[in-house]
């Protein structure tokens, strides 16, 4: 379930995933309410392009680490891929 920035206090919490677009950031949102994952979604700016970088903005889902494992495990499954650091 959505969740403010406010529930999760001041913990740490885990980058699980980066929507690009907004169709694949309502299906993660969708994917992660039905399996009632408590997330934080905040837009925010990557790098994208391929021979031209430019800045976008995406849909940025969080979780605490207790539920990441959870939460990448039902990405794979549906078949998106979890954001992993340095990649």
């Given at each position: 379930m959505r969740r403010e920035p406010e529930f999760f206090g001041e913990a740490e919490l885990a980058l699980v995933y980066v929507a690009r677009k907004l169709k694949?950031?309502?299906r993660v949102e969708?994917?992660?309410?039905k399996?009632?994952?408590?997330?934080?979604v905040?837009?925010?700016?990557?790098?994208?392009?391929?021979l031209f970088r430019r800045e976008l903005i995406g849909a940025?889902?969080?979780?605490t680490p207790e539920s990441e494992v959870a939460t990448r495990?039902?990405?794979a499954?549906?078949?998106l891929?979890?954001?992993?650091?340095?990649?």
């Open positions: 694949e950031a309502l969708d994917l992660l309410t399996a009632e994952l408590e997330y934080l905040e837009p925010d700016k990557f790098m994208g392009g391929f940025f889902f969080y979780v495990d039902l990405l499954r549906e078949g891929r979890a954001y992993v650091a340095g990649e």
